[in-house]
């Protein structure tokens, strides 16, 4: 059973830094690609970036202000984020897409981060 537990959220202030962690567990870590993805008040669940084993992407909203990285000995993966600004702010969420089915699109519980004076 696939399970993806995120921390380190929190609150920030505005040019401040912050890393979460996602701890995956019930599938071939090593083998997937994995990603975070965020959700603001009001709006939709926005990608933020990936990492596969040849390498990082980005949106660019966050480029050259996050950073992801992942673990495969540990199974996990992290984001650090620095700079961050109000419009950061959101649920952060790991997410694993291990098949072809809607049921093989995994999220965690997500985690808070807030960016305010």
């Known amino acids: 059973q696939v399970q993806l537990v995120e921390s380190g959220g929190g609150l920030v202030q505005p040019g401040g830094s912050l890393r979460l962690s996602c701890a995956a567990s019930g599938f071939p870590f090593s083998r997937y690609t994995m990603g975070w993805y965020r959700e603001a008040p009001g709006k939709g669940r926005d990608w933020v970036a990936s990492?596969?084993?040849?390498?990082?992407t980005y949106a660019d909203s966050v480029k050259d202000r996050f950073t992801i990285s992942r673990d495969n000995a540990k199974n996990m993966m992290y984001l650090e984020m620095k700079s961050l600004k109000p419009e950061d702010t959101a649920v952060y969420y790991c997410n694993v897409v291990t098949g072809l089915s809607s049921r093989d699109i995994h999220w965690g519980q997500g985690t808070q981060v807030t960016v305010s004076s």
């Open positions: 990492i596969r084993n040849t390498g990082p």
